[in-house]
């Protein structure tokens, strides 16, 4: 497909922005955990990520482990942990319906906690849904307590509770020998953490969903936009980004509004059969030796027009915040910049990581630019080219901003973009 686009070219957006709680809750993250998905093939997702992404095998839990009903493939790069879970055996049918209805998708978020028992306890007395009472796991390494609620979707958070345990990911595991030829042959992908996780909800669970997060888990909201702020001629979107207290971790939360044609939200909650997880954004200390070695492995990115990167180039020319990337290779390998007065961020988004329309990933470099300090104005066109870019529409596409917060909207420098689904 193709289609005619028009992106904010500028960062300038009216969003907002919510403060910090005055008092720390009674119970706190320590972040991201890992991520478990739910696939047709485990063994094969597994291979996938080693060798596109340059993760390395880390952990195994199947038959040789004494686990009869499901297999487990955890990679790991650097304190990015993917698990790929599959079942053993026909009679799996909750699992064969997940895979049916949202096809290889994440199922657990999880998060690292203090406390996990005391965690689990007050989230279900506000009102989670429980999943896994809280309970005990050990080998000969310690021991680690586990608890799971439901979240959206079909998508759920365990809390993972690690003290002294000193075993490969969580016991019960291996550790997986198998080893990737194409880490060797390839330079290093240089993944440090998850930098956010995103969510994409039906059309008015936006807000539902935004509360559960501050009821459940004491997490506060950073900022938000809506359809106001963030549309085009045909759909929009609105968004709420839900953190912790030292927010260490960021839980995006998106959702359609009401247009002419469906928006990219839109699309991926019908191709994924309701909510679910819409991307992972894995940080990097380099994202042009990032870039290069996955482009190498073979991993497709989606591709940026050359106005884009003429515009950059402008607008960057009137800014005080200097790149210290070369502009040329940024534009060579199609990442996206983003900046303020105080400093930027690199960003790449990779095509669909399966057949649907709907994960994919993201790769982010920031430079003086952490999203827990920045009180300027917020560079917030990568949402905006997203929201464009990733829909599979036909017809041309117009977007508007708002500058002044009134109800007159100006159209923004016109771009051809040619964007392909496969």
């Given at each position: 497909?193709?289609?005619?686009?028009?992106?904010?070219?500028?960062?300038?957006?009216?969003?907002?922005?919510?403060?910090?709680?005055?008092?720390?809750?009674?119970?706190?993250?320590?972040?991201?955990d890992h991520c478990l998905f739910y696939v047709s093939n485990a063994l094969q997702a597994a291979d996938y990520y080693t060798t596109k992404f340059g993760f390395d095998y880390y952990a195994y839990q199947g038959l040789e482990t004494g686990s009869r009903n499901f297999v487990t493939h955890v990679v790991r790069k650097d304190n990015v942990f993917f698990g790929f879970r599959s079942p053993l055996n026909p009679n799996e049918t909750a699992f064969g319906e997940f895979i049916t209805k949202h096809g290889d998708a994440v199922k657990d978020v999880a998060f690292t906690v203090e406390d996990c028992r005391a965690m689990f306890e007050t989230a279900v007395k506000r009102g989670a849904t429980p999943v896994a009472e809280p309970h005990e796991e050990k080998?000969?390494?310690?021991?680690?307590?586990?608890?799971?609620?439901?979240?959206?979707g079909d998508c759920v958070h365990t809390f993972v509770e690690r003290k002294g345990y000193n075993g490969i990911f969580l016991p019960g595991y291996k550790a997986h020998h198998k080893v990737q030829p194409a880490n060797d042959r390839f330079d290093d992908t240089k993944l440090l953490f998850i930098d956010h996780i995103v969510g994409n909800q039906p059309d008015a669970e936006m807000t539902p969903?935004?509360?559960?997060?501050?009821?459940?888990?004491?997490?506060?909201?950073?900022?938000?936009?809506?359809?106001?702020?963030?549309?085009?001629?045909?759909?929009?979107?609105?968004?709420?980004?839900?953190?912790?207290?030292?927010?260490?971790?960021?839980?995006?939360?998106?959702?359609?509004?009401?247009?002419?044609?469906?928006?990219?939200i839109q699309e991926y909650v019908e191709y994924n059969g309701g909510a679910g997880v819409q991307h992972i954004a894995i940080s990097t200390p380099d994202i042009i030796a990032s870039v290069k070695s996955m482009k190498s492995r073979g991993l497709d990115f989606?591709?940026?027009?050359?106005t884009y990167y003429t515009n950059l180039r402008e607008r960057l020319?009137?800014?005080?915040?200097?790149?210290?990337?070369?502009?040329?290779?940024?534009?060579?390998?199609?990442?996206?910049?983003d900046f303020d007065d105080n400093g930027y961020?690199?960003?790449i988004f990779t095509k669909p990581v399966q057949d649907r329309p709907t994960l994919f990933i993201e790769i982010i470099q920031r430079e003086n630019h952490d999203?827990?300090?920045?009180?300027?104005?917020?560079?917030?066109?990568?949402?905006?080219?997203?929201?464009?870019?990733?829909?599979?529409?036909?017809?041309?596409?117009?977007?508007?901003?708002?500058?002044?917060?009134?109800?007159?909207?100006?159209?923004?420098?016109?771009?051809?973009?040619?964007f392909f689904v496969c």
């Open positions: 497909f193709e289609c005619l686009v028009y992106p904010l070219l500028y960062s300038h957006t009216n969003m907002t922005e919510y403060s910090k709680p005055a008092e720390r809750p009674e119970h706190r993250f320590f972040g991201f080998d000969d390494n310690g021991s680690v307590i586990l608890a799971t609620v439901q979240t959206y969903v935004a509360q559960w997060y501050e009821k459940i888990l004491d997490f506060h909201r950073f900022w938000s936009v809506d359809d106001t702020q963030i549309h085009t001629e045909y759909s929009s979107l609105r968004s709420i980004v839900m953190t912790d207290f030292d927010r260490v971790i960021k839980m995006p939360i998106n959702e359609p509004a009401k247009g002419k044609k469906k928006s990219q989606l591709t940026i027009p050359k020319a009137k800014s005080p915040t200097k790149v210290k990337e070369d502009l040329a290779v940024i534009e060579e390998l199609n990442i996206l910049v961020l690199l960003q999203v827990s300090t920045r009180r300027q104005s917020r560079c917030f066109g990568f949402l905006l080219f997203l929201f464009c870019t990733l829909p599979h529409l036909a017809s041309p596409l117009l977007f508007w901003y708002n500058p002044t917060g009134t109800s007159s909207f100006q159209p923004c420098f016109p771009l051809l973009y040619r």
